[in-house]
């Protein structure tokens, strides 16, 4: 089952990680286990020191595959506890819409509970605001909302068989599920046969816990969690009082009216497990998985054809060059040396300044931010310094970075723009501060404000959205004017030639030298190696399923990086050799032509493999997507356009030029 979750999508892309280290190694901070014991046990002294007896759950928002708006626990008018605070939130943990708060559902370590009460929710369809959450409670059914339980800092799974004799963990479980009109069970209504009632409603009202332990040898320590695992089941108990959990399921007909009591209860049970040790306490949740199972085989057969790609591209490009150079080099000795042609030609016009020059260096200066803050990102990530435990901790780095990044920003954007010869410094300073950052907060602003409308739990606070402008107006703007102080300090950049008075006369272009079909052809190769890692990147962003594999992830960002580069200068070097000499907006189209192909591919991802309904929900989903469209296509056209500026420099500064 595949569930849907809009706060991810405000990432990047990219959001749990696998707990790498081992039980002997140092713990990173806010992930060093936690020791529990039989409540005879805790505080003892020469007994186990440090240990916990009770176990708490706390419970997230709930998010559903057919819905890109996430609910609060509370929402749904489930069992709740009033009198605790929820626990603190970091910056990411906002972002992502995590809405973590306790719950009544506590126990006692090694302590079996049978079919224990924790409320009793009555409703009257007579009374306006019980039919509103009866309502509400059915919508949630209907849309197939799941919990997210969390137990030591870990979720809650539940595993159930599937084909093949392979079992499929899914760390999360339904509120319910529905029986249509003509007698067919959706989603979790088909693994129960005594489901079959016709439109009628089956609510999950109680779980059976299982919590495996492992018990640390040759340390006082305790015992430690290694796994949670739930199976959720309904019953209508005879006595709500005094439940049993015994008799048939808990049913509400769709055209139900009057009185309705719906009890909540709970088994828990302990087992000991000696082969699962706590460091590795995730891989039952990765290794299950069949919609997140990545495919080693198509991957690694994806890289091998993407590099042996960029090899060619590579040796084609540098055995036609040198060959280039060294004829261009031995005309010129030569007294009755022919004219010139070609690349050579057009030595006087390929560093003349390009039309809308300010927009390209204020694109360039916020490519360059993103690009940094995405490889130190993954980097950290690829380290194992961002933990699954930590939740949040990848979009905090992200955002902390980028806030930091200013200063790099408004340097390259400066840089350039000064060597285009610009000289109105402060609305290139501006721009580069306000333009990209601004249209992203813009459509970021929109997309709460439908949040807002529909009550759901992803909408940001009024206090965090002012905490995320402090942070762009008073850390990052200025760092972004420090950093274009020095780019128009320095000198501008000094080019290997010398720029004619005189544009020269561009020839005709045949089709295929013409900028858009070069534009066109030339995203097609960085997006042939990133579309299998897209699909489980968009799978984790919008249907809730871990993505962990952050050094297959790193590798291919690192061959995108090489494929953008090599496909710019391939087709830069064509078009210089038809005697067209404006590389620079064509060169940052071309690799940005690869978000064009991002998006296409997005749009089929919606209407093949999610099962999103609702105006907003559609509309929510296109405007995250347009964001991380903008977002890569300032990343891959950066990327072409230094590639491009190398080369040219360096092909112009090598050979023989009068």
């Known amino acids: 089952m595949k569930m849907c979750s809009l706060h991810r999508a405000r990432g990047s892309v990219l959001v749990i990680f696998l707990l790498l280290h081992s039980a002997t ?17 805790a505080g003892k002294e020469n007994e186990v020191p440090d240990c916990k007896s009770t176990i708490e759950v706390f419970v997230n928002r709930l998010d559903s595959v057919e819905s890109v708006l996430p609910y609060e626990y509370t929402a749904f008018d489930f069992c709740a506890i009033d009198s605790e605070k929820r626990p603190s939130e970091n910056l990411g943990q906002v972002l992502f819409g995590e809405r973590i708060e306790p719950s009544p559902y506590k126990f006692e370590f090694k302590k079996k509970v049978d079919c224990k009460p924790v409320c009793t929710k009555s409703y009257n369809t007579n009374k306006p605001e019980d039919k509103a959450h009866l309502d509400f409670l059915k919508k949630g059914m209907l849309l197939n909302y799941q919990h997210h339980w969390i137990v030591d800092n870990m979720p809650v799974t539940w595993c159930y068989d599937v084909e093949d004799g392979q079992k499929f963990c899914n760390p999360g479980f339904p509120i319910g599920c529905y029986v249509t009109e003509a007698g067919r069970p959706k989603d979790a209504c088909v693994v129960n046969s005594d489901f079959k009632d016709k439109d009628t409603f089956y609510v999950f009202n109680h779980v059976d ?23 959720p089941k309904s019953y209508k108990h005879t006595k709500v009082e005094a439940p049993d959990c015994t008799g048939g399921p808990m049913y509400l007909n769709n055209k139900f009216s009057g009185e309705l009591k719906i009890g909540y209860t709970y088994s828990v ?58 004829r261009y ?3 010129d ?22 039309r809308k020059g300010m927009l390209l260096s204020v694109f360039l200066g916020s490519g360059t931010q993103i690009f940094i803050m995405i490889f130190v990102t993954l980097f950290f990530a690829c380290l194992g310094f961002l933990s699954p435990a930590n939740r949040g901790a990848l979009m905090t780095c992200a955002v902390v970075l980028w806030v930091l990044l200013g200063t790099p920003a408004g340097y390259v954007a400066a840089r350039f723009y000064k060597s285009f010869g610009g000289e109105k410094w402060k609305t290139n300073v501006l ?6 950052p601004g249209v992203v907060f813009a459509d970021f602003f929109v997309m709460n404000l439908i949040l807002w409308g529909e009550g759901s739990s992803a909408a940001m606070p009024f206090g965090t959205l002012v905490a995320i402008l402090a942070l762009w107006f008073c850390i990052s703007v200025p760092l972004t004017f420090i950093g274009a102080y020095f780019g128009f300090k320095k000198t501008g950049i000094e080019h290997p030639v010398r720029t004619n008075q005189i544009p ?5 272009q045949s089709f295929y030298t013409r900028s858009l079909p070069g534009i066109v052809m030339g995203g097609i190769l960085p997006f042939g190696c990133i579309f299998i890692q897209l699909f489980f990147i968009l799978n984790s962003i919008w249907s809730h399923q871990m993505y962990y594999m952050f050094g297959f992830l790193f590798l291919v960002f690192i061959i995108l990086v090489i494929t953008c580069s090599e496909a710019t200068i ?63 296509f300032l990343f891959t056209g950066t990327i072409g356009f230094f590639a491009c500026f190398w080369f040219v420099t360096k092909i112009y500064s090598v050979v023989k030029v009068d």
């Open 504 to 508: 020269r006369q561009i020839p005709e």
């Open 329 to 331: 080099n031995q005309m």
């Open 269 to 326: 049970q302990f087992v000991e497990d000696k082969h699962i040790r706590w460091a590795s306490r995730w891989d039952y949740i990765l290794e299950s998985m069949p919609h997140t199972n990545i495919q080693w085989f198509s991957i690694m057969n994806s890289l091998v054809i993407v590099l042996f790609l960029s090899g060619m591209v590579a040796m084609i490009m540098l055995r036609t060059l040198h060959k280039d150079i060294a």
């Open 570 to 632: 391939l087709l830069c070097y064509f078009h210089l050799c038809a005697e067209d000499y404006h590389w620079q907006w064509r060169s940052f189209l071309t690799s940005g032509f690869t978000a064009v192909y991002f998006l296409v591919y997005a749009i089929h991802y919606f209407f093949s493999k999610l099962q999103i309904t609702g105006l907003a929900s559609t509309i929510l989903y296109f405007g995250y997507t347009m964001i991380m469209a903008l977002i890569f």
């Open 209 to 231: 816990i299982t919590i495996h332990y492992h018990v640390v040898e040759n340390e006082a320590a305790g015992a430690r969690l290694v796994a949670a695992k739930m199976e």
């Open 25 to 41: 190694s140092f713990y990173l901070p806010g992930l060093a286990p936690v020791s529990f014991c039989e409540p005879g046990q």
């Open 431 to 436: 721009l580069t501060c306000f333009l990209c």
């Open 333 to 354: 000795s030569v007294e009755d040396a022919q004219e010139e042609f070609g690349w050579k030609l057009v030595h006087g016009d390929v560093f003349r300044p390009p």
